[in-house]
């Protein structure tokens, strides 16, 4: 099956660790995204890539870094530079140079608290 | 710059109420429209989308249509069921090269039976 895959779905951390969250995507897009999800304040971007090799900050990037080395993996690192890094992160990825199916597809999440 | 609202949650209704809920956008260009759901834990599904003015778009007996001079997309379902029971996104793409979406802040549908 295509799909979007991320690891694991819940994630501890001691506070001041850097921690990475995995995401992988068998649909052969070019795009993909990172969001960050609280309780009441919908999505907000972190990081996207639109091709193998770049990448572009979102609205709230600080405390965060990304690789796009291969199409189908964008990793996320939490760094201890992130002040309030507990919330439920979701990957995504779309064919964005195709405006007729241009829809943003998205994993499954994984919950992150920093203890 | 764009924008999009929707209205507060959460809604409570019964089985087979009529459900609407609402979302209005600010954008400048031509952004094509999106509805997604979420299901507590997981994430999240598109429902429907719309391209341009006038289309509707349709899913699983939900109907949004693009309405551009009111500049909105509003949701609507004849006869919700239990497992309609989720948070609801709209979200609208950008025009140009980028394709980010912004989005709403979601609202929650409880379904009663």
């Known amino acids: 099956d295509g799909g979007i895959t991320q690891s694991p779905k819940y994630l501890f951390r001691k506070e001041g660790q850097n921690v990475t969250l995995s995401c992988e995507q068998n649909l052969n897009h070019d795009a993909m995204y990172w969001y960050r999800q609280d309780p009441g304040q919908g999505l907000r971007l972190i990081y996207y890539s639109q091709i193998v090799n770049d990448f572009q900050k979102g609205d709230i990037a600080e405390g965060y870094s990304v690789s796009r080395e291969k199409k189908e993996s964008f990793p996320l690192t939490v760094t201890s530079a992130q002040k309030n890094p507990t919330a439920f992160y979701l990957c995504?990825?779309?064919?964005?140079?195709?405006?007729?199916?241009?829809?943003?597809?998205f994993g499954p999440g994984t919950r992150l608290t920093v203890l | 710059g764009n924008s999009v609202t929707q209205m507060e949650g959460p809604v409570t209704l019964s089985e087979e109420a009529f459900l609407t809920i609402n979302c209005t956008y600010t954008?400048?260009?031509?952004?094509?429209l999106f509805w997604y759901v979420q299901y507590p834990g997981e994430g999240l599904q598109l429902l429907l989308k719309?391209?341009?003015a006038d289309d509707k778009g349709s899913n699983k007996g939900f109907e949004a249509t693009y309405r551009k001079e009111t500049t909105s997309f509003h949701l609507e379902k004849g006869s919700v069921q239990v497992s309609d029971s989720a948070v609801y996104f709209c979200a609208l793409s950008e025009d140009g090269n980028n394709r980010k979406l912004i989005w709403g802040l979601g609202t929650s549908l409880a379904v009663n039976p």
């Open positions: 954008a400048t260009g031509y952004p094509s």
């Open positions: 719309a391209t341009k």
């Open positions: 995504a990825s779309s064919n964005w140079k195709d405006l007729s199916t241009d829809t943003q597809y």
